[in-house]
């Protein structure tokens, strides 16, 4: 007999994730791909690099990427600031870190709180994200960063 495979019907199935803030709107990514949430520290830059990379750190031993998520959403760029993160994930097999005005919290939700994005939001890449999660005091953007972070795309971002 196979084995089941886990569906995203299961509404009671429950996701631990971490909500971060970029200019003043809430996102948020699954706990299990974060290897580790780091203070700012500027990187150096790499020339000729995508407009998101604002360049490479030392990470123990291991040169990564550092991704200004804003800019990577098409958002305006982040200016770091003593309150600034870099969330250190795994993504496909890659080590980025991703620059954030603000890490949150880290929550346990319900995958029935997770909402599609309205039809009317025409100018969002629906790729980015799994939608919406609801909460009493407002809305975070599930963000899918395996999507938006394709296998092919980041090999422009290793040093």
Request: glycine fraction near 6%.
């Amino acid at each position: 007999m196979s084995q089941m495979e886990p569906s995203i019907s299961l509404d009671n199935r429950q996701m631990e994730i971490i909500a971060f803030r970029l200019q003043g709107q809430e996102f948020c990514v699954l706990t299990k791909i974060i290897r580790e949430i780091r203070g700012w520290s500027p990187s150096t830059p790499v020339p000729r690099s995508p407009r998101e990379m604002l360049g490479v750190m030392n990470l123990r031993g291991v040169v990564i990427p550092i991704i200004d998520l804003a800019t990577k959403l098409e958002m305006m760029p982040t200016v770091p600031n003593e309150r600034s993160a870099i969330i250190v994930a795994e993504i496909h097999t890659m080590i980025v870190g991703l620059l954030v005005d603000q890490v949150s919290d880290i929550l346990t939700v319900k995958a029935s709180q997770i909402q599609a994005i309205p039809e009317v939001v025409t100018s969002f890449d629906r790729g980015f994200s799994d939608g919406i999660i609801t909460q009493e005091n407002g809305m975070i953007c599930f963000l899918n960063l395996a999507q938006m972070f394709r296998a092919n795309d980041t090999e422009a971002y290793a040093a």
